[in-house]
Nanobody, 118 residues
């Protein structure tokens, strides 16, 4: 069974940084496109960053460009989201999604809370 577990969230002050991690188990990591989403209370889920299977391309939410970096470590079955210069509007539950490229099946983690507040 494919399982995703996020970690690294917490409470930070504006301007601070966090590194979120998502570990995939139960499948071959290299078969998945990995994406970070977030959902703030009362708001629609939005894509924050995504990385393709070969790691050669990535996409970012416009408001996160220059502050967020997605990366992955295939040996550790882990995708990361480094968030710098955090703003209150970054406050949300951040979710990791794995999409199996060959059949389009998607899997979601449980989410990790990021709160940016003075």
């Amino acid at each position: 069974q494919v399982q995703l577990v996020e970690s690294g969230g917490g409470l930070v002050q504006p301007g601070g940084s966090l590194r979120l991690s998502c570990v995939l188990s139960g499948a071959t990591f290299s078969q998945f496109q990995m994406t970070w989403y977030r959902r703030a209370p009362g708001k629609e889920r939005e894509l924050v960053a995504g990385i393709f299977t070969d790691g050669g391309a990535s996409v970012y939410l416009d408001s996160a460009k220059g502050r967020a970096t997605i990366s992955k470590d295939n040996a550790k079955n882990t995708v990361y989201l480094q968030m710098n210069s955090l703003k209150p509007e970054d406050t949300a539950v951040y979710y990791c999604k794995a999409r199996r490229v060959r059949n389009g099946l998607e899997y979601w983690g449980q989410g990790t809370q990021v709160t940016v507040s003075p």
